[in-house]
């Protein structure tokens, strides 16, 4: 039985993919799906939660929404927080935290407001079994988190625990490395790990459209930092679920039985497969591809991600043929651009002008038939690089504004498809 409502919190923008990939996982049995801002919410089981945990790859965290009510007060908050029986999910034994977020909340203070559903959830530990849980800030058993819009107040409880993001595999994390679920969000906004969405939708294109993996596409990141485009990609390859490598907040909580996670960890990695398509990643810094091998070591797909040391501004593409270039280069002063343009680089522009301007016309030059994906922060990327691009689809690196800017390549020009 479906009775759990479910919560998936995502990047924005990311919604329509999330939505395709739960339906990917869950099949039948996500009911009531529905998009929202910032996220996706479902019906669902218990089993389905666990499921979600291991293989989403776009989700934050995986909530179980256990209160939805009205409120203007605080005591509001803590009565909502006292209705919600805490008791059938965790022990006193356990430890936990009130995280709030708010959305037009009419409340003067959120700190008050997170004393108030802590309160009420201690409160009715005590009143039901003479004890209560401990509080822990730093590294809670169990997470609850708090959301206020103008009216309602909904209370969540944690199943991943870390964010989703934290796959388990970072051994070193580079410089300026993206969140693995960013780079998940690239690689299914480019139709290379899903088809294609119509405008909108979580519906493919047409039902037989393929994604790029699915028709052996190889993807290549000439800036791969500590790897994480390259990772994700190779996992994806393999059919390598997402969260085999980490523990989960669920483990803690009362429901949890551990025959029923091995039985579906061991599905998982009897649907793993030899590579669909080949990954490739390259970096100007030794130490990066370094880290990178590290990382993909952890991650179990040594043998798949193909790691080599180079400049961007000089490498041959990895094979012939074409494929699906993705990226984020370096930007503005968190990192400059090394190699060939980064001797020249503070002569000409302060702000990665003439390295970009390098990487077009070798890309026209060796990589006719590739078509590059290249998220950036910087919205006249194009024009820097003086070329048209056909997509330009918004993403969010955390609290900065970016786009992920489609390019096609035909020799000696890039093509605007319209
Ligand atoms: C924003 S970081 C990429 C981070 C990466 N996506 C990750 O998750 O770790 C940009 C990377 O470009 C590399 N880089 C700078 N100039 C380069 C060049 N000319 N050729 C290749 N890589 C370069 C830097 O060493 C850095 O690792």
Redesign the pocket.
């Given at each position: 039985m479906n009775s759990l409502i479910l919560f998936l919190p995502c990047a924005a923008g990311v919604e329509v993919y999330l939505a395709y990939e739960i339906l990917q996982i869950l099949g039948a049995s996500a009911q009531d799906l529905r998009t929202m801002r910032g996220g996706v919410q479902l019906k669902a089981a218990w089993r389905d939660a666990l499921l979600l945990n291991l293989h989403s790859r776009l989700a934050q965290r995986v909530l179980i929404q256990l209160q939805d009510q009205p409120y203007s007060s605080e005591q509001d908050i803590y009565n909502a927080g006292q209705m919600v029986a805490w008791e059938l999910w965790f022990g006193v034994d356990k430890s936990f935290k009130v995280d709030i977020t708010a959305q037009h909340s009419p409340l003067k203070s959120l700190n008050f407001a997170t004393l108030r559903v802590k309160d009420a959830i201690a409160d009715r530990f005590r009143e039901r079994l003479g004890e209560r849980p401990n509080v822990e800030t730093f590294k809670p058993d169990v997470r609850i988190h708090a959301h206020l819009t103008a009216e309602r107040v909904i209370l969540y409880l944690d199943t991943s625990g870390e964010p989703l993001f934290k796959r388990g595999w970072r051994f070193e994390k580079?410089?300026?490395?993206?969140k693995e679920t960013l780079?998940a969000a690239m690689l299914a906004a480019s139709g290379w790990s899903m088809p294609v969405l119509k405008e909108g939708t979580s519906q493919a294109l047409t039902p037989e459209t393929q994604s790029g993996v699915e028709q052996g596409i190889p993807l290549y990141?000439?800036?791969?930092?500590?790897?994480?485009?390259v990772i994700e990609a190779a996992q994806i390859a393999c059919q390598m679920a997402s969260g085999l490598h980490r523990r989960f907040g669920f483990e803690r909580l009362r429901p949890f039985e551990s025959r029923l996670w091995s039985e579906l960890k061991e599905i998982a990695k009897a649907n793993e497969c030899a590579p669909r398509a080949e990954v490739f990643g390259?970096?100007?810094?030794h130490r990066?591809v370094d880290f990178a091998e590290q990382n993909a070591a952890k991650a179990a797909v040594a043998g798949v991600a193909h790691f080599r040391a180079?400049?961007?501004?000089q490498r041959m593409p990895p094979v012939e043929g074409g494929g699906v270039l993705m990226l984020?280069?370096?930007?503005g002063e968190r990192?400059e651009?090394?190699?060939?343009?980064?001797a020249r680089q503070h002569a000409s522009t302060e702000d990665g002008g003439e390295?970009f301007v390098q990487l077009a016309a070798h890309l026209k030059g060796n990589y006719a038939n590739w078509t590059a994906w290249i998220l950036t922060p910087d919205m006249k990327l194009s024009s820097k690089m003086r070329l048209k691009e056909n997509r330009r689809i918004p993403m969010w690196n955390g609290p900065i504004e970016c786009r992920l800017f489609r390019y096609e390549i035909k020799k000696g020009r890039m093509v605007d498809a319209g």
């Open positions: 580079g410089d300026a490395p993206l780079a990141d000439p800036c791969c930092g500590s790897g994480t485009i390259s970096d100007i810094s990066m180079g400049d961007a501004l984020n280069p370096p930007y990192i651009t090394a190699g060939v343009a980064g390295f």
